[in-house]
């Protein structure tokens, strides 16, 4: 589930190095960085959180950057639910014929 959120609010370089993760999850599994995690989230939300501070112009902004956050979160999900169930798809069955 980390993983899914750093593929979403990560840079365009680092997405693809957490891209290739997420779809090779069965064989790597790696412990996520949190450090990494964080900066790169906070890096992403500056601009927009910094006019929240604004008078009413913060309310708008605020508003507008949850609904883009969680359009993003939302996006990127689905999609890595999708590549999930298409690799467990083309896995060969594990059942035995008796």
């Known amino acids: 589930m ?6 979403a ?5 680092r997405r ?3 891209f290739r993760i997420i779809k090779n999850w069965e064989r790597e599994q790696p412990v996520p960085n949190w450090e990494k995690i964080q900066k790169e ?3 992403y939300l500056d601009i927009a959180k910094l006019l929240q501070v ?6 708008v902004a605020g508003v507008h ?3 883009k956050l ?6 990127t999900a689905m999609n890595a639910y999708r590549l999930r169930m298409m ?7 594990c059942t035995s014929s008796r």
Do not use: I, W
Request: no cysteine; charged share 15%; proline share 5%.
């Open 41 to 43: 989230y906070r890096d």
């Open 54 to 59: 604004l008078p009413l112009v913060g309310v």
């Open 65 to 67: 950057a949850n609904h």
């Open 70 to 75: 969680m359009k993003t979160l939302k996006q």
């Open 16 to 18: 693809k190095h957490v």
């Open 2 to 7: 980390l993983q899914v959120f750093h593929l």
């Open 87 to 93: 690799s467990s798809a083309t896995k060969p069955s």
């Open 9 to 13: 609010y990560s840079s365009s370089q």
